[in-house]
């Protein structure tokens, strides 16, 4: 974890890039960022995610091997979804203790993306809304975060082994000291509200649930949203991590946000958001009593995978 900020961007690099039949080359810049649109003349077949090769024309190091690696792109077509799904992951999908400052920092120096821990249920919930009410159709997921781009290999292997739906992530710029380390997913997570609407725009077609929680300032953020985009909000969870002071300040949002017909749910489990999603058709019955079970289940696990595992252990040895 330490490495990933003590890490040096490479300004000034050429890379190519090639998506179906496209290819162009374009130069990193002051941050090693480089970002290019492409246009196609005819739709795409289905949307999803596509192959895309990435190769570094320049020379960075000595005796350097040849550079090219395979990534994804999310491309998303009209008509192929019912809603999108933008979440926060800092204490919505994973646990972290964003607001306590050394709590924070133990889980960031001790634990690894195999040892970190979701809230319980969310896995079954976020598969759910990803598959929607009826199946036919993926709803695409999309990750706003305050953590830096420095976290983003951990965050990718975090929704893999914990069987998160994959999506893309919108991140803060890469930092690259200790000190940033210190102070990761800090802020006025006001760049949240920047990237939130980018995707509005972008994928102007899609009404999106929205879910975070309470213990920054995401129903600040969403309440926002909900008065710039009227009528795409079609429901929003605020996972409830704070003190009752908070709370209230949230149900207060929550209160207003009636008048734009869009529900805020302050939640004290993933079980409670599922049965609202269910009852308001935006996932099927099934998928909803998967999540409960998963939420009753998981809420009895160790406090970590850890803990999991020597408790595995105890058993297959008293089992001996």
């Not at 190769?55 to 000595?62: H, P």
């Not at 924070?104 to 009410?133: C, D, E, M, W």
Request: net charge negative.
């Amino acid at each position: 974890m330490i490495s990933r900020y003590m890490s040096s961007p490479i300004p000034d690099v050429r890379v190519e890039i090639l998506l179906f039949d496209q290819e162009c080359v374009v130069e990193t810049d002051s941050n090693g960022y480089f970002e290019k649109d492409f246009i196609f003349n005819e739709p795409l077949a289905v949307s999803g995610w596509h192959k895309v090769r990435y190769k570094v024309l320049d020379k960075i190091v000595e005796e350097q091997e040849e550079l090219e690696v395979e990534g994804e792109v999310y491309i998303h077509r009209n008509g192929e979804a019912r809603y999108g799904v933008i979440s926060d992951v800092d204490d919505t999908i994973l646990i972290s203790h964003a607001t306590k400052v050394l709590s924070k920092l133990r889980l960031i120096l001790t634990k690894n993306s195999k040892t970190r821990l979701p809230f319980t249920g969310v896995a079954a919930f976020y598969n759910a809304l990803h598959q929607g009410a009826d199946r036919s159709i993926q709803n695409p997921v999309f990750y706003v975060s305050s953590s830096e781009w420095n976290l983003y290999d951990f965050l990718e292997d975090f929704c893999e082994v914990r069987n998160i739906p994959k999506g893309p992530f919108l991140l803060q710029d890469l930092k690259t000291s200790l000190w940033k380390l210190i102070t990761s997913g800090g802020g006025n997570h006001y760049h949240k509200l920047e990237k939130i609407k980018h995707l509005m725009s972008t994928f102007d077609d899609l009404p999106f649930i929205l879910i975070g929680d309470s213990g920054q300032r995401d129903s600040l953020l969403y309440a926002e949203i909900t008065r710039q985009f009227p009528e795409r909000v079609k429901a929003i969870y605020i996972r409830d991590v704070s003190k009752s002071k908070k709370d209230e300040k949230v149900n207060a949002i929550a209160r207003e946000l009636l008048e734009h017909n869009v529900e805020m749910l302050l939640v004290t489990d993933t079980e409670e958001a599922a049965r609202h999603a269910y009852d308001n058709g935006l996932i099927s019955r099934e998928e909803m009593l998967y999540v409960v079970e998963e939420t009753r289940g998981q809420s009895q696990r160790p406090a970590s995978l850890v803990g999991q595992l020597v408790e595995s252990e105890d058993n297959n040895e008293k089992g001996g």
